[in-house]
């Protein structure tokens, strides 16, 4: 899952990025207001976080621009601003989450989780396809219920097919599209690797993963 990180302080956004990166997101950091505007509108991003006071164009300001460019990727703000009329314009822009300094990274994951498997159209946090199993909310896999251990980048990409994005704007909706070119018997539209059946479809899905991420393609 990719994040744009939008955070002007910059041991901050360093500690929040180096704990995300090990929680296997891929993370992009900008740190003003007329940089976060032009990645957002430019770049494909599953998910951002956003603070309010930023340089050169506030963060309200950076948000309104993404939905009137039709950016739809899920927001959540991070900011020391905690008052009710901050929150409400943020809201009103089009925020998905808030979050207020200070904070635990550990909640700002989860919370980020919630979002891009929100956004991907699952309410639950337990994805089941055949015998691979995806916890959302805690980012591990298991096979025959066993931990399943995979790289970051092959982590990725088996996350991009069982999360696929509902919207176009996306790095998950860029991976499924280009999976779409791999023959699947079933027209369903529910995740990637649940379109065939049983223990098959899931070892399917994680050799496709792996041999995904040996090519690099993510």
């Known amino acids: 899952m990719r994040v744009l990180l939008v955070e002007d302080d910059e041991d901050l956004s360093g500690r929040i990025a180096a704990v995300l990166r090990s929680e296997n997101f891929v993370v992009d ?3 003003n207001g007329e940089d976060a505007l032009h990645a957002g509108l430019t770049e ?7 603070d309010l ?3 050169k164009i506030d963060g309200v300001s950076v948000l309104k621009g993404w939905r009137e460019g039709d950016r739809n990727l899920p927001v959540l703000v991070l900011t020391a601003r905690d008052g009710w009329p901050d929150k409400v314009s943020s809201f009103k822009a089009g ?3 808030f979050l207020a300094k200070p904070f635990k990274v550990e909640e700002l994951v989860l919370r980020l989780r919630a979002l891009v498997r929100r956004a991907s159209g699952h309410a639950a946090s337990r994805l089941v396809c055949g015998a691979l199993v995806f916890d959302a909310q805690l980012g591990t896999f298991e096979l025959d219920g066993l931990p399943l251990k995979l790289t970051a980048l092959e982590w990725r990409v088996l996350s991009c097919l069982m ?3 509902t919207g176009a704007n996306s790095p998950s909706a860029s991976m499924t599209a280009m999976l779409r070119s ?3 018997p079933s027209k369903s539209s529910s995740p ?3 379109r065939s059946s049983g223990a098959s479809a899931s070892r399917r899905c994680v ?8 090519a690099a393609i993510c």
């Open 29 to 31: 950091i900008a740190r």
């Open 44 to 50: 494909l991003f599953d998910v951002a976080i956003l």
């Open 163 to 165: 999360l696929p994005s």
């Open 192 to 194: 990637a690797c649940a």
């Open 53 to 55: 006071g930023l340089p």
């Open 182 to 184: 791999t023959p699947i």
């Open 95 to 97: 925020a998905d989450d």
């Open 207 to 214: 050799a496709v993963s792996r041999r995904c991420a040996a």
